[in-house]
């Protein structure tokens, strides 16, 4: 089965900290995405990645950047938290060719 | 603009009752479908897609969805509920290719005993 884990599945940070994200995933696929999740939403894609050193903006990627130096690791960063960054992060990976995205557990960040 | 709206926010039923959570989607050519469930503290789970051909898909969990293209939906149906099915669903429509995908705002299914 595929694995995507996240690093952590609850955050407190304060405004103004420098937040790092990490998604990892275990079966080798070409690309990964980053979404955020809020009540009334649903989820809206932050940033994606189709390979090392690749990365595409979504629909709502002001406040947020990315990093993939390796192909297994995602990291969603965070320059300068402010409260409307407060939500659930969602990872997700995909093999290119099967198109079915597997997705993480999660990672709710609470920023004070 | 790709859109895709998913018009119950909260739907309530007794178990094994049968099911349908609407789906609507605005998508200039022939879409790709997808839908998720999300079950308390865990991600996203694919329940089933629709690319092309039969326009009933069978998915996981025993759940179907039906693609009408003159109504521009993508309805998911469960014959009987189960308490375990309890979570919350996600439509989805992939825009220009299947990698980047536009969710509804999700549907929280309660299942009373």
């Known amino acids: 089965d595929v694995k995507v884990t996240q690093s952590s599945r609850y955050l407190v940070k304060r405004t103004g900290e420098k937040v790092f994200l990490e998604c990892v995933q275990d079966?080798?696929?070409?690309?990964m995405f980053w979404y955020r999740q809020d009540p009334g939403l649903g989820l809206r894609l932050i940033y994606f990645?189709?390979?090392?050193?690749?990365?595409e903006k979504g629909d709502i990627p002001e406040g947020y950047s990315v990093s993939r130096e390796k192909k297994e690791r995602f990291s969603l960063i965070l320059e300068s938290a402010s409260t409307n960054q407060t939500s659930m992060y969602l990872c997700?990976?995909?093999?290119?060719?099967?198109?079915?995205?597997?997705f993480g557990p999660g990672t709710r960040l609470t920023v004070t | 603009a790709q859109s895709v709206t998913q018009p119950d926010i909260h739907i309530t039923v007794s178990e094994g009752a049968s099911l349908e959570l609407r789906c609507n989607y605005s998508?200039?050519?022939?879409?790709?479908l997808f839908w998720y469930v999300q079950s308390p503290g865990q991600g996203l789970q694919l329940l089933l897609k629709?690319?092309?051909?039969?326009?009933l898909v069978q998915g996981i969990k025993g759940f179907e969805a039906e693609f009408k293209r003159s109504q521009s939906s993508f309805n998911l149906r469960k014959p009987s509920v189960h308490w375990s099915d309890a979570a919350e669903y996600f439509c989805?429509?992939?825009?220009?290719?299947?990698?980047?995908?536009?969710f509804g705002t999700g549907t929280r299914l309660q299942v009373f005993p």
């Open positions: 997700a990976s995909q093999s290119g060719a099967e198109g079915k995205k597997y």
């Open positions: 079966m080798d696929h070409e690309n």
């Open positions: 990645s189709y390979d090392v050193k690749m990365k």
């Open positions: 998508y200039g050519a022939t879409p790709y």
């Open positions: 629709y690319f092309s051909g039969d326009t």
């Open positions: 989805a429509v992939a825009a220009y290719n299947t990698d980047k995908l536009i």
